[in-house]
């Protein structure tokens, strides 16, 4: 070994990176580069308001309504596709389950009441309308007496009906149908055999004819004629459709009230059952937010699903006898106009009540944890 002392670390200069050298400013005697232009009072140089022209100029417009729009429908976007993600429940919730199985079965027969009493509705209503429509506007003439007085009796008042307000048409009927009508009467030998009086259909119009002046009349033109308002059984046969129709839309209105509160009463034992697992979550942190779309979310789809189901159903029992059937099912109950948008809200209808039940379920959690 040598006795030489040991020569003291050398000290290294700090190193300075480029951008501390760029951040520092120049000397007062550099040189200034050329194209940079002098600088004004305010110490800003004409090369760099040259550039910030130039860069004014190119610049884009600020976003208007169609970039407006694009993020709008960008954010919708990204919540269905977060929604369409999440909607299986958390690992911590559950999947299966009697409760589970019962809140499926339950959101499925709220829609199929739903839809079902609006088929009621829709029946009700064409059976309403038809009989309006059939027997509301019509009426009959008739003459009685012997051939030769029922002929002129017929005649004279079929011209009298001509000029009558409230008369629409006038339709004499053939022998053939006049003999169908008695056929049932008197059976089809009797009836074949008998010489049917003269009848003719009358369709009116509006409020149709004062029934007291036009019998007046007939009484001084054609004693031996008939006309026949059929007031007698069109009255409680029309009050029948009437009702038909408040029957039908009164079951639409309590199948919605049922089916509305049996699915809400099934997703919050649903939600209930999971009252541990929202706790341990909420301790965990787990936002508000998060436990809604878990469960009340769930429910909700859930809900809308099996009320489309039930809707499919009800749409094709409702359609099949005009399909089996065609023009001589009796009653079309096919769904028309604005029918299908009150069928389409079913599905919505018990996803709304679904979410309603849960989410109370929910807040009831935390109020109790």
């Keep these: 070994m040598s006795d030489a002392p040991a020569r003291p670390p050398r000290a290294r200069k700090p190193r300075r990176s480029r951008k501390a050298a760029a951040a520092q400013p120049a000397p007062d005697n550099a040189p200034v580069p050329p194209g940079a232009g002098a600088v004004d009072g305010s110490g800003y140089g004409e090369g760099a308001a040259a550039q ?71 029946a009700g209503e064409r059976l309403a309308r038809a009989w309006t429509a059939e027997f509301g506007a019509a009426a009959t003439l008739t003459a009685v007496g012997s051939p030769q007085r029922r002929a002129r009796d017929f005649d004279a008042a079929l011209r009298a009906l001509e000029t009558t307000p409230g008369i629409a048409e006038a339709r004499v009927m053939p022998v053939e149908e006049r003999r169908a009508l008695l056929t049932p009467w008197l059976g089809e030998a009797a009836a074949a055999a008998a010489e049917p009086p003269p009848m003719a259909e009358v369709t009116l119009e509006g409020e149709g004819p004062d029934l007291a002046m036009l019998a007046l ?38 199948a919605a009230a049922a089916g509305f509160l049996a ?55 409702l359609a099949g006898p005009e399909l ?24 919505f209808w018990t996803a709304l009540a679904a979410w309603t039940g849960a989410a109370l379920a929910l807040r009831r959690g935390e109020d109790i944890s």
Excluded at 324 to 341: I, K, M
């Design 217 to 254: 009349r007939l009484a001084e033109e054609a004693p031996g004629a008939v006309f026949d308002s059929h007031a007698g059984w069109r009255g409680p046969l029309l009050e029948a459709a009437m009702r038909a129709r408040l029957i039908g839309w009164g079951a639409v209105g309590l």
């Design 52 to 122: 910030d022209a130039a860069a004014a100029e190119t610049a884009t417009a600020p976003p208007s309504g169609p970039s407006a729009f694009a993020r709008l429908r960008a954010r919708l976007g990204a919540a269905l596709r977060l929604a369409w993600r999440e909607r299986r429940a958390p690992p911590l919730a559950r999947r299966a389950g009697a409760v589970a199985s019962a809140a499926w079965l339950s959101a499925w027969l709220a829609g199929l009441a739903l839809a079902l009493a609006l088929g009621a509705g829709l």
């Design 263 to 317: 699915a809400a009463a099934t997703a919050a034992a649903w939600t209930a059952s999971a009252r541990g697992s929202q706790a341990l979550l909420r301790r965990l942190g787990a936002p508000p937010a998060r436990l809604r779309l878990a469960w009340p979310g769930r429910a909700a789809w859930r809900g809308f699903w099996a009320g489309t189901l039930g809707c499919l159903l009800v749409v094709a029992a």
């Design 324 to 347: 089996a059937w065609g023009p001589d099912a009796r009653l079309s109950l096919t769904p028309e106009g604005w029918h299908w948008a009150a069928l389409a809200a079913a599905p």
